[in-house]
């Protein structure tokens, strides 16, 4: 074989250049990484802002319950790791195992959200909205952003454990893995550091 062939023929084994290499379908990795880079603008927005208006943002930041945050990023670390593993017993052959993996990922999603709300609604009771003052626009923003791709997510792992292929399951867990990683990197930056 020549070598243009051979380089054509190598370009059609790898479709997606870089991405191809990534667990999952490509076009997921298109779009986790637009989620992190939309997400990367916000968070660095939040952090700009709280340092015009550090006073503002730490009144607000004693308003919110570090506990149920930390718990709720427990919570998403441990779905994230069931996730995972519903794709290496999946590589196995255990197709029961991997969706009984995936439900309990998709439970502690639930979870997650049951938290949010309690969260959301105690703040509703105490006066505090998405107009109270910048701090909480943002708080607002941010965690209602990422409370959408945990549903969004919990709906992508019910999807791939219906047609749980091993490439389906790294596709779902990808997106899944996307959404701890943006907590794990929100719940410092909104509820610890002053």
């Not at 550090?54 to 996730?83: E, H, K, M, R, Y």
């Not at 047609?163 to 701890?180: P, Y």
């Amino acid at each position: 074989m020549d070598p243009a062939t051979a380089a054509n023929a190598a370009q059609e084994d790898r479709p997606w250049g870089a991405l191809s290499d990534l667990p999952g379908h490509p076009m997921m990795w298109v779009l986790i990484l637009t989620e992190v880079v939309t997400f990367g603008l916000l968070f660095l927005t939040f952090a700009v802002t709280k340092a015009v208006h550090s006073d503002l943002f730490a009144a607000g930041q004693a308003q919110l319950d570090p506990v149920l945050g930390g718990i709720n990023t427990l919570v998403l670390i441990t779905s994230g790791w069931l996730a995972a593993l519903a794709v290496e017993v999946r590589s196995t052959g255990q197709r029961g195992a991997a969706r009984l993996q995936l439900g309990g990922a998709m439970a502690l999603g639930l979870v997650f959200i049951v938290i949010k709300v309690a969260e959301y609604a105690a703040k509703a009771q105490a006066g505090i909205g998405l107009e109270t003052d910048t701090f909480f626009t943002l708080y607002f923003l941010l965690t209602g952003f990422h409370l959408l791709h945990v549903v969004l997510g919990i709906v992508i792992l019910a999807a791939v454990a219906l047609s749980d292929s091993i490439e389906n399951l790294k596709t779902g867990t990808a997106f899944w893995h996307m959404v701890d990683l943006v907590w794990v990197v929100m719940y410092p930056l909104v509820y610890l550091i002053g």
